[in-house]
């Protein structure tokens, strides 16, 4: 008797999933350090910013969130499906909390 696993959770989509939710946490910080250097800007005063606009931290998230375009075609290339779907779904669940900073 063979089973249709497509509709399955498996233990790769919640790995990829989890990658792409830190990922763009880590590289937040990294990006507005670049932007710092970049802009002759102090760290503190950018993150300070990011903290307290909604619009400056609207853009500096969405610029996070690319870094999981590099997961997702790395796993794409590795023909690691799973860990690709967890990444799209990562990078779909922060568009709620976008649409939430820009409305509320």
Do not use: C
Request: proline share 4%; aromatic share 18%.
């Amino acid at each position: 008797m063979k089973f249709n696993n497509k509709s399955t959770i498996r233990k790769e989509h919640v790995k990829g999933l989890l990658l792409g939710l830190v990922t763009p946490v880590i590289v937040v910080p990294l990006v507005l350090f670049v932007m710092s250097i970049t802009q002759n800007y102090t760290y503190s005063r950018l993150w300070h910013k990011f903290n307290l606009n909604n619009p400056y931290q609207i853009k500096i998230i969405t610029l996070s969130i690319i870094a999981n375009l590099g997961w997702f075609y790395f796993f794409l290339n590795k023909d690691r499906f799973n860990f690709a779907k967890g990444i799209i779904i990562a990078t779909l669940l922060y568009a709620p909390y976008i649409i939430y900073i820009k409305f509320f």
